[in-house]
Each structure stands twice: as structure tokens, then as C-alpha cells.
């Protein structure tokens, strides 16, 4: 079974770091791209980041772009997202998932994670 | 950046009707997910290319549309339906989704 668990969320003040982290398995996590989707408290959904299978491609969307550094470790099967300068506006759950197929750069989220909460508060 | 317009913006339909979700596009897109999200879930691929079912999804669900107009059909609400639907378009950057559908139980 395919399994993605976030963790290292918490309360961080503005301007603060936190550093995410998402463990999988049930796949061969080094074969497939991954992305971090983020929701505000009751809001939709906004695509954040991406990493290509090896680590060599990255991508980020302008709103993050400059503040925020994901990577992995293919030989933990880990995938991260550094976040810094944190603001108000950042505070969502985090969601890592899957790409879509293998060996792609760069489908759509397929598997996603239950999530992680950040809260960014003074 | 292409942004997409998801109506109406709540459903309310009953078990066994036919539910009937609009996304529209401000660009162009062949590159058009949808996604299922129940409250306190994550969300869940449902199809992808406009038209295309992600693994295990039933076949009472369906997309449609190219250019700028994209449909999620499901034919027959089940109860397990009732969700909040999001459209995603992923093929240029910036990635958009759509603000969501949410389809209730009437």
C-alpha cells in the first residue's frame, strides 16, 4: 500500500522556519517526482512546490519562490520542504503527494498525504 | 497564469441524481485534473487529461470538455459522493485549481 506521512508542522511566529518533512512508502519512492499541495483553514487548494525523481529539477510557484527549498533523500524515502521567512498567509496543512506516473518530470499529484498543519502566529 | 472558475459553487442534489460540475478555463488547457476531497481527508485524483480515470475510479464518474470547458459528470450520486470537487490544471506554470464545487446532500 501506498503510504505518505507529514510531519513538522507546528506554531512558528512570522518570519520564523520550519522544516516539513513526508516519509513514504509501498513504492519505489526514488522512481517518482513529488509535490507539495497546501489549504488554508477552509479554503481551496494551492500548489506550492515540486522535485523531479532524483532531485535534479525543482519547481516552485511564485508565491514561495525565494522563501521556501524542497528536496529528498531517496535513500530514506523522504521528501521535505524547507520553509522560511514565514508569514500570516502561509499557514495552511501541507500535503505532500505522489506524481502520477514513474520516471516523469512532471505529471499531477496522484497519492497525497493526510497533512500537516503550520500555523504562523505571534 | 490561467485561472479556473469552478460553478455552481454548492450542489444540492439527492442520492441517484445526476450531478453535473463546470470548470472553466481563462486560457486553453488540454492539461485538466479533477480532485475529491471529503472534510478532514486529503484530496483524491479522480480524472486527469480532462477524460481520463485515475486507478479505481468508478465509471458512474466521467470528465469532459477540451479548450476551455470541462465537465465532471457522475451519473448516479451515491452517498459516499458528496464531497468537494476541485479542478486542477498542471500542464504550465503557475499550477492553478479551481475555488471548488461542493455537492451536498439535498
Known amino acids: 500500500e501506498v503510504l505518505l506521512v507529514e510531519s513538522g508542522g507546528g506554531l512558528v511566529q512570522p518570519g520564523g522556519s520550519l522544516r516539513l518533512s513526508c516519509a513514504a512508502s509501498?513504492?519505489?519512492?526514488?522512481?517518482?517526482?513529488m509535490h507539495w499541495v497546501r489549504q488554508a483553514p477552509g479554503k481551496g487548494l494551492e500548489y506550492v512546490s515540486a522535485i523531479s525523481s532524483k532531485g535534479g529539477n525543482t519547481y516552485y510557484e511564485n508565491s514561495v519562490k525565494g522563501r521556501f527549498t524542497i528536496s529528498r533523500d531517496n535513500s530514506k524515502n523522504t521528501l521535505y520542504l524547507q520553509m522560511g521567512s514565514l508569514r500570516p498567509e502561509d499557514m495552511a496543512v501541507y500535503y505532500c503527494?505522489?506524481?502520477?506516473?514513474?520516471?516523469?518530470?512532471?505529471?499531477?499529484?496522484?497519492?497525497w498525504g493526510q497533512g500537516t498543519m503550520v500555523t504562523v502566529s505571534s | 497564469e490561467i485561472v479556473l472558475t469552478q460553478s455552481p459553487g454548492t450542489l444540492s442534489l439527492s442520492p441517484g441524481e445526476r450531478a453535473t460540475l463546470s470548470c472553466r478555463a481563462s486560457q486553453s488547457t488540454s492539461s485538466l485534473a479533477w480532485y475529491q476531497q471529503k472534510p478532514g481527508q486529503a484530496p483524491r485524483l479522480l480524472m486527469y487529461d480532462a477524460s481520463t480515470r485515475a486507478t479505481g475510479i468508478p465509471d458512474r464518474i466521467s470528465g469532459s470538455g477540451s479548450g476551455t470547458d470541462f465537465t465532471l459528470t457522475i451519473s448516479r450520486l451515491e452517498p459516499e459522493d458528496f464531497a468537494v470537487y476541485y479542478c486542477h490544471h498542471y500542464g504550465r506554470s503557475p499550477r492553478t485549481f479551481g475555488q471548488g464545487t461542493k455537492v451536498e446532500i439535498k
Open positions: 503527494a505522489r506524481d502520477k506516473d514513474p520516471m516523469k518530470w512532471l505529471l499531477l499529484p496522484d497519492i
Open positions: 509501498g513504492f519505489t519512492f526514488s522512481s517518482y517526482a
